[in-house]
């Protein structure tokens, strides 16, 4: 309750209670945001947190101007109170929300070769708006791979503070909304990880994600399930995230190749969730399934191809399809929610088909992989004087690949085969970096000569 | 008495590469004799003698450290993350090199040499003129494989800015008098950087016979 005499009085007990609170977070927020703007940090992860840097610093202005103006608001006690409580807790939650991708990532674990392909890859297939969205790269402490999409938190703060206080926007408030993007997304690998090629195929998990919902590729699928006989009150819910993430491992499969199945058998075997089922993700055997009858769509079963690669998914599909599976009792229903039914089989694989439309293929991978292969085994990166740019990123991903199941197959030592692992990272990142500059270089030339 | 003629061990031309070699060279694919440069992403980078190299986008820079000085013999990974760090840019953004100042850069382009011929990392003059020295350590041997370490100094008053992907030094090719072999080169022909890398100088042999010469001095 506060107690105060009139107008002036409540308004000194707000400001006393609340003001401390705010300009405490504002000002944590102020340091982080110097320092980002400040820091030598890798691209990618700071270019977009320097955006982002920005962004909060206007905000920061913003909850000065409606602090200065919910003091100067019309007489009334509980609406100052009210407006207090709610800008507080808007600063609060811009802070936690936001302010966290301030931090660099650490440079040496950093990917930056893979990023701007990948923000082709998420404006081509995604259908955001290249202006209207920032992406970047961001090392978190989970060993797993994840993706965070936040709108433009001004837009977020003003719809519900200015709508609740009646205020109108300050004028250099609105000079910087107009110069940030609508759409921040930071695509999150393990530190650790950040330069493992070989999981590299994960983060086109995660782009797969982010495509779903702008495409809304799996909410149809939901409204057809029918085959369900489980009692579990958060079913929604469960199989909302199990459609979901198979969904995504079907649009990575098809914009990028096999390299996703192996990337997610690989992190299975280090995630311990190779048959574990979870409410948020089915076990990494059933969504290889999916994987597999993918692959099958786009002739990699068929492929009468020799390479190590494709032998290992026809040796795969024909396993993982006559096998018998069993999950845990508590999620059988869920498998059979979604396996009994072959509509819904067939939903999610059209779906994903119709809205992706492009597939590296079978007859992509036969005919690319095998140069990109020639080049790692003779230590060089595979850099051509012009390529489709999905497709060469797919090659490349899967040629890293095919000369890890090479590899293996091999007398190697680990000392030696854990040596040229590290190599062939490097030479695939180089291989992406380069080709990626070239065919920009190539479009920047033409359009300067024009 | 008659003479034989000895065994004359396979001698190569010597001097630097023409324009002409170069870009027949250049353009060799899966030759024992081709040279690898890739990208390179303007023909004009081809001169005589010389092909332009660009400025890549990551670098080492000194960073403030309580390190008294530096022991080349206790050089490690850890040892120099104490006083360097990594910088990466994006190509096309600029690099700011302060007067006096020396970071480790790195070739954007990946080079790959034949046996036959070794390379030489110059500054470019233009770049020169404005106090840019770009290599102190210029020699490249034959069948090296990955992108060069460029030491970067400025030896100017005034800060450079320097973009990545700018064309600031070149390389020299020169015919080697006979041809290598990947056993003489030894293990680091497999190590193929793309990154800069600081000097694995604890590596070195030499300190322990420099540490046992003191130790014998140090006793007469």
Same mark, same amino acid.
């Given at each position: 309750?506060?107690k105060g005499r009139g107008?002036r009085?409540?308004i000194?007990?707000?400001d006393r209670?609340?003001?401390?609170?705010?300009?405490?977070l504002?000002g944590s927020q102020?340091g982080?945001?110097e320092q980002a703007?400040?820091?030598?940090a890798?691209?990618?992860a700071?270019r977009?947190?320097e955006?982002l840097?920005h962004?909060?610093?206007?905000?920061e202005?913003?909850?000065?101007e409606y602090?200065?103006?919910i003091?100067n608001?019309p007489?009334?006690?509980?609406?100052?109170?009210?407006?207090?409580?709610?800008?507080?807790?808007?600063?609060?939650f811009i802070?936690n929300?936001y302010?966290?991708?301030l931090?660099p990532?650490?440079p040496?674990s950093?990917?930056?070769?893979?990023?701007?392909p990948?923000?082709d890859i998420l404006i081509k297939?995604?259908?955001?708006e290249?202006?209207?969205?920032?992406l970047g790269?961001?090392?978190?402490?989970?060993?797993?791979?994840?993706?965070?999409k936040?709108?433009?938190?001004l837009d @977020?703060?003003?719809r519900e503070?200015?709508?609740s206080?009646?205020?109108?926007r300050?004028?250099?408030?609105?000079?910087?909304?107009k110069?940030?993007v609508?759409t @921040?997304?930071?695509?999150c690998?393990?530190?650790?990880?950040?330069?493992?090629?070989?999981?590299?195929?994960?983060l086109?998990?995660?782009?797969?994600?982010?495509?779903?919902?702008?495409?809304?590729?799996?909410?149809?699928?939901?409204?057809?399930i029918?085959?369900?006989?489980?009692?579990?009150?958060?079913a929604?819910s469960?199989?909302?995230?199990?459609?979901?993430?198979?969904?995504?491992?079907?649009?990575?499969?098809r914009?990028?190749?096999p390299c996703?199945l192996?990337?997610s058998?690989?992190?299975a075997?280090?995630?311990?969730?190779?048959?574990?089922d979870?409410?948020?993700?089915?076990?990494s055997?059933f969504?290889a399934?999916w994987m597999l009858?993918h692959l099958?769509r786009?002739?990699?079963v068929d492929?009468?191809?020799d390479?190590?690669?494709?032998q290992?998914?026809?040796?795969?599909?024909?396993?993982?399809?006559s096998?018998?599976?069993?999950?845990?009792?508590e999620?059988e229903?869920?498998?059979?929610?979604?396996r009994?039914d072959?509509?819904?089989?067939?939903?999610i694989?059209?779906?994903?088909e119709q809205?992706?439309?492009y597939a590296?293929?079978a007859?992509?991978f036969?005919?690319?992989?095998?140069?990109?292969?020639?080049?790692f085994n003779?230590?060089?990166?595979h850099?051509p004087?012009?390529?489709?740019?999905?497709?060469?990123?797919?090659?490349v991903?899967n040629?890293v690949?095919e000369k890890?199941?090479t590899?293996?197959?091999?007398e190697?030592s680990e000392?030696?085969l854990?040596?040229w692992?590290?190599?062939?990272?490097g030479l695939?990142?180089?291989?992406i970096?380069?080709?990626?500059i070239q065919?920009i270089w190539n479009?920047n030339e033409?359009d300067s000569?024009? | 008495?008659?003479r034989t003629a000895?065994?004359?061990?396979e001698?190569?031309?010597?001097?630097?590469l023409?324009?002409?070699?170069?870009?027949e060279?250049l353009s060799l694919?899966?030759s024992e004799r081709?040279i690898?440069l890739k990208?390179?992403?303007d023909?004009?980078q081809?001169g005589?003698g010389?092909?332009?190299i660009?400025?890549g986008?990551?670098?080492?820079?000194p960073?403030a450290?309580d390190?008294?000085?530096?022991?080349?013999q206790?050089m490690?990974a850890?040892?120099?993350?104490?006083f360097?760090?990594l910088?990466?840019?994006t190509?096309?953004?600029?690099?700011?090199l302060?007067p006096?100042?020396?970071?480790?850069g790195v070739?954007?382009?990946?080079?790959?040499l034949p046996?036959?011929?070794?390379?030489?990392v110059?500054?470019?003059?233009?770049f020169?003129?404005v106090?840019l020295v770009?290599?102190?350590?210029?020699?490249?041997?034959?069948?090296?494989?990955?992108?060069l370490t460029l030491?970067?100094?400025?030896?100017?008053?005034?800060p450079?800015?320097?973009?990545c992907g700018?064309?600031i030094?070149?390389?020299?090719?020169?015919?080697?008098?006979?041809?290598h072999?990947?056993q003489?080169?030894g293990?680091t022909?497999?190590y193929?950087p793309?990154?800069?890398?600081?000097?694995?100088?604890m590596?070195m042999?030499?300190?322990?016979?420099?540490?046992?010469?003191?130790?014998?001095?140090?006793?007469?």
């Amino acid at each position: 309750m506060i107690k105060g005499r009139g107008r002036r009085g409540a308004i000194l007990q707000i400001d006393r209670l609340y003001s401390n609170e705010v300009r405490l977070l504002l000002g944590s927020q102020k340091g982080a945001v110097e320092q980002a703007s400040s820091s030598l940090a890798p691209h990618g992860a700071s270019r977009l947190s320097e955006s982002l840097a920005h962004l909060l610093d206007a905000l920061e202005h913003y909850f000065e101007e409606y602090l200065t103006s919910i003091k100067n608001s019309p007489d009334n006690e509980l609406e100052s109170k009210t407006a207090a409580i709610v800008f507080a807790r808007y600063v609060g939650f811009i802070h936690n929300q936001y302010v966290r991708f301030l931090i660099p990532s650490d440079p040496y674990s950093f990917p930056g070769e893979v990023l701007h392909p990948i923000k082709d890859i998420l404006i081509k297939f995604g259908g955001y708006e290249a202006t209207k969205t920032s992406l970047g790269l961001f090392h978190w402490d989970k060993y797993n791979f994840g993706i965070i999409k936040l709108s433009n938190p001004l837009d @977020l703060v003003t719809r519900e503070i200015e709508d609740s206080l009646s205020i109108k926007r300050p004028k250099r408030v609105e000079e910087q909304v107009k110069k940030l993007v609508d759409t @921040l997304i930071f695509i999150c690998y393990p530190q650790a990880e950040g330069r493992n090629v070989f999981l590299h195929g994960l983060l086109f998990h995660e782009l797969g994600h982010v495509i779903d919902s702008k495409k809304m590729i799996s909410d149809p699928i939901l409204k057809i399930i029918k085959n369900w006989t489980g009692t579990n009150p958060n079913a929604p819910s469960i199989l909302t995230s199990w459609v979901k993430e198979i969904v995504a491992d079907l649009i990575a499969i098809r914009i990028v190749g096999p390299c996703v199945l192996f990337a997610s058998r690989m992190a299975a075997l280090t995630m311990e969730v190779m048959d574990n089922d979870s409410p948020s993700h089915p076990s990494s055997r059933f969504r290889a399934l999916w994987m597999l009858e993918h692959l099958e769509r786009i002739g990699y079963v068929d492929s009468k191809s020799d390479l190590n690669s494709i032998q290992t998914i026809r040796d795969w599909h024909k396993k993982l399809t006559s096998a018998k599976l069993s999950p845990a009792k508590e999620y059988e229903p869920f498998w059979n929610a979604l396996r009994s039914d072959s509509a819904v089989i067939k939903a999610i694989h059209e779906n994903v088909e119709q809205s992706i439309g492009y597939a590296f293929t079978a007859a992509d991978f036969d005919s690319k992989i095998s140069d990109v292969l020639a080049h790692f085994n003779n230590n060089l990166p595979h850099i051509p004087n012009s390529a489709k740019s999905t497709a060469h990123l797919a090659s490349v991903l899967n040629a890293v690949w095919e000369k890890r199941l090479t590899d293996l197959a091999s007398e190697q030592s680990e000392d030696e085969l854990f040596k040229w692992q590290e190599i062939i990272c490097g030479l695939g990142l180089k291989s992406i970096e380069g080709n990626y500059i070239q065919n920009i270089w190539n479009l920047n030339e033409k359009d300067s000569s024009s | 008495m008659k003479r034989t003629a000895a065994a004359k061990p396979e001698l190569l031309g010597h001097g630097v590469l023409t324009k002409a070699e170069l870009v027949e060279r250049l353009s060799l694919k899966g030759s024992e004799r081709g040279i690898y440069l890739k990208p390179i992403l303007d023909a004009d980078q081809i001169g005589d003698g010389s092909v332009n190299i660009r400025l890549g986008t990551h670098f080492l820079v000194p960073k403030a450290s309580d390190l008294g000085h530096i022991r080349p013999q206790d050089m490690n990974a850890k040892y120099v993350r104490g006083f360097q760090s990594l910088v990466v840019k994006t190509f096309g953004e600029s690099f700011i090199l302060h007067p006096h100042h020396l970071v480790l850069g790195v070739m954007f382009e990946f080079l790959a040499l034949p046996q036959d011929l070794a390379a030489i990392v110059v500054s470019r003059s233009s770049f020169g003129r404005v106090g840019l020295v770009v290599a102190t350590a210029i020699y490249v041997h034959p069948l090296w494989k990955g992108c060069l370490t460029l030491e970067l100094a400025n030896y100017g008053e005034i800060p450079l800015e320097l973009p990545c992907g700018a064309p600031i030094a070149q390389l020299v090719f020169v015919k080697a008098s006979k041809l290598h072999t990947a056993q003489e080169i030894g293990p680091t022909r497999k190590y193929c950087p793309i990154r800069p890398e600081f000097a694995c100088l604890m590596e070195m042999s030499d300190w322990k016979t420099l540490d046992r010469i003191k130790s014998n001095l140090d006793n007469v």
